[in-house]
């Protein structure tokens, strides 16, 4: 069975997320309006593939919701250019730290982010 990778992505937002979602807002105190704003996530599938169920709202053969609310109202498309350079991970934990990480590096450089 083969070993399962892990994929960080970038999904750019609508920028009225900024306006419409106080719990965005509130994470992004260093937005200028400027730049986008994006979401980081972290899958086992292809980033195309998820972006995909993040905007139909998928949910699992037990019925839980597994999309972001947050990308299934405001997102865009993917970002590529954002993520690209990261190759795909074979550890959980090590995805979700490079998410957390790329997430923290894209507010740093004055994008307002929402990561898990």
Partial sequence: MPKT??????VELSKKVFTENRKFREANPQFNG?????????TSKSPKERFEQHKTGYRNSKGHKLSANIVQKYGLYLRGSLYNHIAPLSNRAAALKMEETLALELRRKKYAVWFN
Avoid at 5 to 10: A, D, F, R, T
């Fill in 5 to 10: 990778q892990y994929h960080i992505y970038v």
């Fill in 34 to 42: 400027v730049l986008e704003c994006l979401y980081v996530g972290m």
